[in-house]
């Protein structure tokens, strides 16, 4: 009895989540086949992905080595979910919904805040927005990090399921609410383009050149997994959050100066991460394999 038992609760909420996601998607890719490109390797990526997820969890309880995999593999997921995501925005809807937050922020200032900030760029604000935007590619990494390193792992996984749950979350709205971002809608209102910075400005050019995908601006998912990560940070190593605070706030200012963003999309993308943040570090927890 003890070997499926083990097995069984070692099925955690990130593996929960991202089979009932997968299973979704294939559903709505089928149901709405006529408008969705690239189908057959939709279904083969998800298929594949289902395969790797059910892998990991019945390798996870034999080894240390498979455990890490386990623990570790939601923070690599967003690679496949996100772009495959892009791919599905006007499934459900005929057209994009920029003209609602467009609409709104016309109410809320005089001018487009990323057309304000275009205004008003220089080569090292450029540098230093893109310090802070290019570590949404790690805060969650050295949060995660470490709280992995503590012999209890409680709030390593809370903080994984967090994140999973603010990504899923803003997918959902991806697909009910498909935006394409300032740099469409507003690419009229640019006059020049942003001033070159330094190395960070060039990496995250080259990551958005080869990973970048058309759609997914509201709400923005880079501040939600960032504001995951250090929420986290501040509830369980508080030295830590206050260290990756200043890099947050430039996240947020660059997801706009970049013109990948409107401000509401920021502002949405906080909540995005904050509710799923709140949810599941106060939820009572019963770590994977407990009997």
């Known amino acids: 009895m003890d070997a499926p038992l083990s097995l069984r609760n070692a099925w955690n909420f990130a593996d929960r989540a991202y089979l009932v996601y997968f299973a979704v998607i294939s559903g709505l890719i089928l149901v709405r086949w006529r408008h969705v490109p690239g189908i057959g390797t939709l279904l083969l990526v998800n298929a594949v992905c289902i395969a ?121 709205v991806f697909i009910l609410f498909p935006t394409e971002g300032p740099a469409h809608t507003l690419a009229a209102n640019y006059k020049l383009a942003l001033p070159g910075g330094g190395p960070f400005h060039w990496v995250v050019l080259l990551i958005q050149k080869h990973a970048g995908v058309h759609g997914n601006a509201f709400p923005s998912a880079h501040v939600a997994g960032g504001i995951v990560a250090v929420i986290a940070a501040w509830r369980f190593a508080p030295k830590l959050g206050v260290a990756l605070t200043p890099l947050m706030i430039l996240l947020c200012v660059g997801a706009v100066y970049d013109r990948y963003h409107y401000a509401c999309d920021v502002v949405a993308g906080l909540v995005f991460g904050a509710v799923p943040a709140w949810i599941m570090l106060r939820r009572r927890f019963t770590p994977a394999g407990a009997p």
Do not use: K
Request: with cysteine; charged share 10%.
């Open 52 to 172: 790797i997820i059910c892998a990991l969890v019945h390798l996870a309880p034999r080894s240390p080595n498979w455990a890490f995999l386990h623990d570790w593999y939601p923070v690599a997921m967003p690679i496949v979910t996100f772009e495959q995501v892009s791919r599905l925005s006007l499934t459900l809807r005929s057209g994009w919904q920029d003209h609602y937050i467009l609409n709104l922020e016309s109410h809320l200032f005089p001018i487009p805040p990323t057309v304000w900030l275009g205004q008003h760029a220089t080569g090292w604000t450029t540098e230093l927005v893109e310090i802070g935007y290019f570590s949404y590619f790690v805060l969650l990494m050295i949060v995660a990090g470490t709280l992995y390193a503590r012999a209890d792992r409680r709030p390593f996984r809370q903080t994984m399921d967090a994140s999973v749950l603010s990504y899923l979350l803003c997918y959902v």
